[in-house]
């Protein structure tokens, strides 16, 4: 937009005089930017002083330092020499036109300045040239402004991770406790049903916006298709090893594969909807109540009545095996069911692979008649070299990852303490 | 220093646990971490005994299933040879 009327005092002629002009705008009052730079001279802080009040600039919302910085940038000479000289004649015409002393009437002034062609079209050329150095001005300002937006954003956003307050994306610190309360909102919900705006609710976490968790049950879908890829791939070199030890009865060995399964939480062949079910341990890292429910199984073993609710899932194997077997305990089969009730004990069974494969096959032969040894698990209690070094290369390489069984971690005191009594003076050390 | 510390035990923790699954005695365990993770046993069985005092119910539970299954499998193995006995016999009647 163009303030023209002001500009009269800028120019050297002596029309000045005649304009009864407000604003006393003189080149030598200002700083001198420039001898050609006339434009440069003028200073819109006063040219617009005046006229805040009035809309003299509907699209154009200029601040004293926006025109500050467009009184600094120059345009071409040419165009500012044009502008200047035909400032005046445009001044005369908005002199002329009183009801058109705005400056946004530049366009409207343009219109009516009919009087001369050549002003109209030197009064466009203004315009148009003078928006340019605006526009870009602007563009740099708004650039700057944005600049500095970004920047106390950005510090906003620190300020934020301090104060917990979720306007933008905040890092969050996904603690044991909290991934523990996350999987318990998952797992209610069901993990392929669970929505991130539910799994909020259900968590009554503030601090915790939707797209945290969103993100993060992303990572604990896939990190869970890990698991389930992991135990496929330990099902299916436990199920070939366990045919080669079955291979005294291969129809056993099939029934084998069946109850040595079952007991295991999250077995691949198990169907799909036993999913869920079985998902449950899964949240359990550290849960209290599954620990006490596990305490409870491990005092007593021998538990032939079917295992605990939270066990349900595996029952149509599981029952059905060991109802033909008439299984007591004084039976030899005695792990088996110390086995399946077991295993709903660890909470964890659906998530590590090496559970699974940690069970030998044992033949069947062992003593106890193939129908009986469906049941059997025929469990190696001491897991292959494989398995463990498997999991323990996991945990290594994703230390991240949470703990099988959550155990209350060692007082890092007391450790190092200990450590120290034993002459390992810091931790890690530099060699094994 | 404190951090490296911290983690590391926090890291020989969690294969501890992993270990647990397997349902492992602490000397097995010590073995396994020193030839998997090359971490001293004594480091190890340290971080194990703090646990144990930390979980002293768990690792109570823990000890007995294992002595459960242990007297289990010596049973299962006793009566293993019995049988195997019991069929030389059958056979070279």
Redesign the interface.
Known sequence: MLAVSPLRNTSKDENQGEMASTFAIDTHEFPDFSDTNLLDSIDFDDLFAGINDSDVLPDLEMDPEILAEFSAGGGDQESEMKASASVEKVEENNFKKEEEDRVSSCGSGAASASASGSNFSKEEEIVSKREEPVSASLKTLAKDGDKGRSKSSTQTKNNNNNNNQGKRKMKVDWTPELHRRFVQAVEQLGVDKAVPSRILELMGIDCLTRHNIASHLQKYRSHRKHLLAREAEAASWSHRRQMYGGATVPSGGKRDMNPWIAPTMGFPPMTPPMHPPHFRPLHVWGHPSM?QS??HM??K?VAHSPPPSWAQPRPPHWHHQQVPNGLTPGT?C??QP?VTT?FPA?P?PGI?S??HA?YKVEPPG??VPTGQSGPHPLID???SIE???A??????SK?W?P??????????D???G??QR???P????SC? | MDDSSASYIHLVHHLIEECLVFNMSKEECMEALSKHANIKPVITSTVWKELEKENKEFFEAYARKNAERATVMETRERIEKMLANSTTIRDTK
Do not use: Y
Request: proline share 23%; no cysteine.
């Open positions: 620990d596990l305490m491990w005092p073993p030899p005695l792990p110390l077991r660890p964890v590590p090496h559970h940690m062992i003593g209690f001491h897991p398995s463990i070094d999991a323990i290369g996991d945990v290594l230390p990852q703990l099988p069984l959550g155990l209350k971690p060692p007082s890092l007391s450790v190092m200990e450590l034993q002459g390992v810091k931790i890690p050390p094994a």
